[in-house]
C-alpha cells in the first residue's frame, strides 16, 4: 500500500526563478544520479533481499528518495513558473515542454531504466548503492555551486546530506556482513590470479596499498602467458587471389589511374 501526504518533508520555497537553473535541476529529477534512479533501484532490489534488516532499509531509504524526488520536482515547477523572454534561450527546453518536472536529464535526454544497477546479490546491490550515492552527492554540489538562489541552495544542501546518510547506511549494512572492506562475495572461487597486479602502464610506476603487500603481488613486467590464439574459421569469409599480394597491388594502382 502507497500513502502519499501533500506536505513535503522540508520547505520548498524558490526566491527568484531562475529557468536555465531549472534545466540543471532536471539532472536529479530524470538524470542518471537523479532520484528517480535513486528510489526505484532501491525499492525493486527490496523486492529480492532475504534479510529483513536490509530490505526494511531499503524500502526506508526508497521512499525517501520518492520524497527527494517530489522536492526536486517542486523546485523545478517553481523555477520554471515564470519563463520570461530573456530566460526562454537559456532554457528552450521548457519552452517547448512546458514548465518542469519532465524525465529528462539536464541535457534533454529521457530517463532510462539503464541506469538502475540491481540483482543477483545483496552485496552487488550495496554496493551498487554506494556508487548511486555518491554520484548523487556529486550532482548536488554541482548544483549548489551553480546555484543564485539562497532558497534552493538550502533544500539542495539537505539533500546532498541525505545522500551521505544513506551511503552511511549501506556502507553499515555491508559492514554487517563483514563485506565493507572484503572485495569477495558470491560462491565462485576466484583462479590463481587474483593476488596479481600488472603493470600495464609502464614509466613513473606509483605504488601503494592497491598494489603491494599484504594484499597484492605486482607483477612489473607482465608476459602474456596465453600463446597465440587459433586462427579464425569462417566457411563464408572472402580471400585474397594469389595474383593480388599486396607487394603487387600498388603497382596495379599506379597502373589504373594512368590507364
Ligand atoms: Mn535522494
Ligand atoms: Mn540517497
Redesign the pocket.
Known amino acids: 500500500m502507497f500513502l502519499h501526504r501533500k506536505e513535503l518533508i522540508q520547505p520548498v520555497s524558490v526566491g527568484v526563478p531562475d529557468a536555465r537553473f531549472g534545466t540543471f535541476l532536471l539532472e536529479q529529477f530524470g538524470g542518471a544520479t537523479g532520484e528517480l534512479t ?1 528510489a526505484l533501484q532501491y525499492w525493486v532490489q527490496s523486492f529480492h533481499v532475504e534479510d529483513a534488516g536490509i530490505r526494511d532499509m531499503l524500502q526506508d ?1 526508497a521512499i ?2 520518492f520524497g ?1 524526488l517530489e522536492m526536486v520536482g517542486k523546485l523545478i515547477a517553481q523555477h520554471t513558473s515564470r519563463i520570461d523572454q530573456t530566460s526562454v534561450f537559456d532554457a528552450p527546453l521548457f519552452k517547448l515542454k512546458g514548465g518542469g518536472p519532465h524525465f529528462l536529464d539536464s541535457q534533454g535526454s529521457c530517463w532510462t531504466a539503464a541506469y538502475i544497477q540491481e540483482g543477483g546479490n545483496v552485496v552487488r546491490d550495496l554496493r551498487a548503492d554506494i556508487s ?2 555518491a554520484g ?1 552527492r556529486q550532482t548536488y554540489e554541482a548544483l549548489i555551486k551553480a546555484c543564485d538562489d539562497e532558497n534552493s541552495k538550502k533544500v539542495l544542501v539537505h539533500l546532498l546530506t ?2 551521505i546518510t ?1 551511503a552511511n547506511m549501506f556502507m553499515k549494512a555491508l559492514d554487517s556482513m563483514g563485506k565493507l572492506d572484503d572485495p569477495f562475495f558470491g560462491n565462485i572461487e576466484p583462479d590463481e590470479t587474483v593476488r596479481l597486479v600488472f603493470n600495464l602502464s609502464q614509466g613513473e610506476d606509483e605504488r601503494g596499498p592497491w598494489n603491494e603487500e599484504p594484499d597484492f603481488d605486482f607483477v612489473e613486467n607482465p608476459k602474456p602467458a596465453g600463446g597465440f590464439p587459433p586462427a579464425p574459421i569462417n566457411p563464408d569469409d572472402e580471400h585474397r587471389a594469389p595474383s593480388r599480394a599486396p607487394a603487387k597491388a600498388s603497382k596495379k594502382g599506379t597502373a589504373n589511374r594512368s590507364a
Open positions: 535513486a531509504i525517501e528518495e527527494h548511486a550515492e548523487a541525505r545522500e544513506h
